[in-house]
Nanobody, 115 residues
Framework: GQLVESGGGLVHPGGSLRLSCAASGFTFSTSIMRWYRQAPGKEREWVATILGADGTTSYAVSVKGRFTISRDNAKSTLYLQMDSLKPEDTAVYSC?????????WGQGTQVTVSS
C-alpha cells in the first residue's frame, strides 16, 4: 500500500490546516488509519485513529477538541482537520495504514505553527 500526505505548511498560532493522506494499493475502507507526528528532537507520537469498520475515532489528549480525524472511503483519503493550532503542534505529520499484514506509512508533511 502507498500513502501520500499533503496539506502541510506555515500557519499562525490559532490558525487552521487540513492534512490529507491519499491511499492506494490496498482496501482503504476496512483499514485502521492513524495520524502521527514528530517534532524536532522528539520521539514520534500518536495523534489520532479512525477505525474502518464503524468510523470510531480516538485522540491524544494534547489534540483532543482541536483536531478532527475523518475519512472518505469513496476517495480512499484520510484527513486531519487541525484548528486552534499552537506552536507546540509544529512537527512532521505522517499517516499510517493497518490492515491484516499491511503496515504502511506515508512520507510525512511538515506543519509549522509560528508568528
Amino acid at each position: 500500500g502507498q500513502l501520500v500526505e499533503s496539506g502541510g505548511g506555515l500557519v499562525h498560532p490559532g490558525g487552521s490546516l487540513r492534512l490529507s493522506c491519499a491511499a492506494s494499493g490496498f482496501t482503504f475502507s476496512t483499514s485502521i488509519m492513524r495520524w502521527y507526528r514528530q517534532a524536532p528532537g522528539k520521539e514520534r507520537e500518536w495523534v489520532a485513529t479512525i477505525l474502518g469498520a464503524d468510523g470510531t475515532t480516538s485522540y491524544a489528549v494534547s489534540v483532543k477538541g482541536r483536531f478532527t480525524i475523518s475519512r472518505d472511503n469513496a476517495k480512499s483519503t484520510l484527513y486531519l482537520q487541525m484548528d486552534s493550532l499552537k506552536p507546540e503542534d509544529t512537527a512532521v505529520y505522517s499517516c499510517r495504514a493497518l490492515a491484516g499484514n499491511l503496515d504502511s506509512w506515508g512520507q510525512g508533511t511538515q506543519v509549522t505553527v509560528s508568528s
